[in-house]
C-alpha cells in the first residue's frame, strides 16, 4: 500500500473589497444574475457569471422544474451558454453565490460535482483552468485556480473522443 495526500491552496478574502474591480465586478454581475433563478421549490437561489477573455459577461441562474432532476444549477446555465455560443472565447473566471430567505448563508458554497465535472469539461475545451470565485452576502470570498482543486480525482476517459 502506498499512502497519497492532496493538498489545495486557494486564497481566501474577508471582504469583496479586497478583490480587484474586475472580479469585483463579476461577482455584482452574478448577484444580477441570482435575480433571474427560478427556485419555487428549494427557494435557494443561486447566480453565476463568466468572464471571457472578449471582455464579455455571461449570466446562469438555476432554473428548477416540479419533475426533479430537470432543473440546472447557475454554473451549468452559464457554461452551457458558453459551450453553445462562444467555444472559441476562453472562460478566464467565474463567480457564484447564492442566497434564500429561510437562513442566513456565512460561507460560499461551492458548486456541486455535477457542476464541477462540466467545468471541469470546458477547461479541458479551452486548455486552461478556470479561476472561480465563490462569495456570499456578507463579503467572504474564496478564489480557487482550476476544478481540479475541488475535484481532484476528475472524470476523464480519452477513448471516448473515437
Known amino acids: 500500500m502506498t499512502n497519497h495526500e492532496i493538498t489545495i491552496q486557494f486564497k481566501e478574502y474577508s471582504t469583496l473589497f479586497e478583490l480587484s474591480e474586475t472580479y469585483r465586478s463579476l461577482c455584482d454581475k452574478a448577484v444580477k444574475a441570482m435575480g433571474n433563478s427560478h427556485s419555487p421549490y428549494s427557494k435557494f437561489r443561486v447566480g453565476a457569471a463568466l468572464l471571457l477573455e472578449s471582455g464579455k459577461i455571461l449570466h446562469g441562474s438555476n432554473q428548477e422544474n416540479v419533475a426533479y432532476p430537470s432543473g440546472l444549477c447557475a454554473e451549468r446555465v452559464a457554461l452551457?451558454?458558453?459551450?453553445?455560443?462562444?467555444?472559441?472565447?476562453?472562460?478566464?473566471?467565474?463567480?457564484?453565490?447564492?442566497q434564500t430567505d429561510a437562513f442566513e448563508i456565512t460561507h460560499p458554497v461551492p458548486s456541486c460535482g455535477a457542476c464541477l465535472q462540466v467545468m471541469a469539461e470546458c477547461e479541458k475545451q479551452q486548455g486552461r483552468a478556470i479561476e472561480v470565485i465563490l462569495f456570499c452576502s456578507n463579503g467572504t470570498a474564496r478564489v480557487i485556480n482550476g476544478v481540479s482543486s475541488f475535484l481532484p480525482f476528475l472524470f476523464f476517459e480519452e477513448r471516448l473522443n473515437g
Open 80 to 98: 452551457f451558454n458558453w459551450g453553445a455560443n462562444h467555444p472559441d472565447d476562453p472562460i478566464i473566471a467565474m463567480a457564484v453565490t447564492a
